[in-house]
């Protein structure tokens, strides 16, 4: 059996970041206020310890800047406190997020030396347009470059996407994805814009500049999104930011910010599948639904919204769910009688 893996997070916002890009305060969205240095290291890892089994592989993880665009000095001071913890056994491995024109050889060879194994790239975007609206400051070739690079060096490789950008639409949206299911990823990250206050978005917003990505428009593209990466075996292993206090207080003043954006994505998805099920459906029908067990809600939908979606469209009588022995994913229907 594959041992339970937690994640041990540090955060270090804006650290090494060589510019602002427009929808960007990680302050506000990681809810860090300032960068950790390696006594925060050590309190995360120890802290950590005594909240997991001896048989728990845990990995420590850097996240909320361009950790390979901080100094190399620094870099080095906060990876060599994790070192012994790495040759001890007491973490597994070390995992940090940059951006994809900070990676090169010599950059490369300094992680591997301190048992950093994942590597999260923010593309973002593959468009040149988007990129250059966003001020990202770095191109989609970037991207094709680092990944194929941090691929033959063996890393875990993780790539993360944004929708709703400025100057982004659904079709380059798509495309973003497409490219980057090329580069063959371990997995990827989806990030609906939202709007934070304190950035160069907001204003953009504000001053009608840039029109709000909205929940229903990022769940919309993103159930077209999901399974593309799916379909070619990528897995996503987050759909949306983080839900914080700072965020759900009021730091995001608009956009695709949701709690439980990623249930609301899936729950689409079985939507649009139900719906392709029940086209040839006879109207005044009484339909039940099969789905695998722990996704009825899903199948359902918040409020019941799928279950009155589709017998509005369709004309049944009456709509159940019931969980049987299907794969996780699959919808069949379980018996059609005439109302």
């Avoid at 590597?119 to 975007?125: P, R």
Wanted: proline share 6%; net charge negative.
């Amino acid at each position: 059996m594959t041992p339970k893996r937690v994640i041990i997070p540090v955060f270090v916002p804006h650290a090494g970041c060589p510019n602002d890009c427009v929808f960007c305060n990680q302050r506000r969205i990681s809810g860090a206020h300032r960068p950790a240095d390696e006594n925060d290291v050590v309190a995360a890892i120890e802290s950590a310890k005594g909240k997991f089994r001896p048989e728990t592989a845990a990995e420590l993880a850097f996240y909320g800047g361009s950790f390979t665009a901080i100094p190399a000095e620094e870099q080095e001071r906060l990876l060599r406190a994790a070192l012994p913890f790495v040759r001890s056994g007491e973490i597994s491995s070390i995992r940090l997020s940059t951006r994809p024109d900070c990676i090169d050889e010599e950059i490369i060879d300094r992680l591997l030396s301190f048992g950093v194994t994942t590597v999260e790239l923010g593309a973002q975007s593959m468009s040149p347009e988007v990129l250059a609206a966003s001020n990202r400051g770095h191109t989609a070739e970037d991207t094709r470059r680092a990944a194929r690079l941090l691929k033959e060096k063996g890393f875990s490789l993780i790539l993360q996407m944004m929708t709703g950008l400025p100057e982004d639409t659904p079709e380059r949206s798509l495309y973003t994805a497409s490219e980057l299911i090329k580069l063959e990823p371990d997995g990827v990250r989806i990030y609906p814009t939202v709007i934070v206050r304190d950035t160069e978005l907001y204003d953009m917003w504000k001053r009608g500049e840039y029109r709000e990505h909205t929940v229903r428009d990022a769940v919309e593209l993103c159930a077209e999104i999901v399974p593309m990466f799916l379909s070619n075996g990528i897995p996503v292993i987050r759909l949306g930011l983080n839900p914080t206090d700072d965020l759900s207080g009021g730091d995001a003043a608009a956009g695709a910010y949701h709690p439980a954006f990623g249930e609301l994505v899936y729950s689409e998805i079985y939507r649009r599948s139900a719906a392709e099920l029940l086209k040839n459906t006879k109207r005044g029908t009484d339909v039940v639904l099969g789905v695998a067990r722990g996704k009825t809600s899903l199948m359902v939908g918040q409020k019941r919204c799928n279950i009155v979606s589709l017998k509005e469209q369709f004309g049944l009588n009456s709509l159940k769910v019931r969980e049987t022995d299907v794969p996780d994913g699959d919808i069949k229907i379980l018996s059609i009688e005439k109302g």
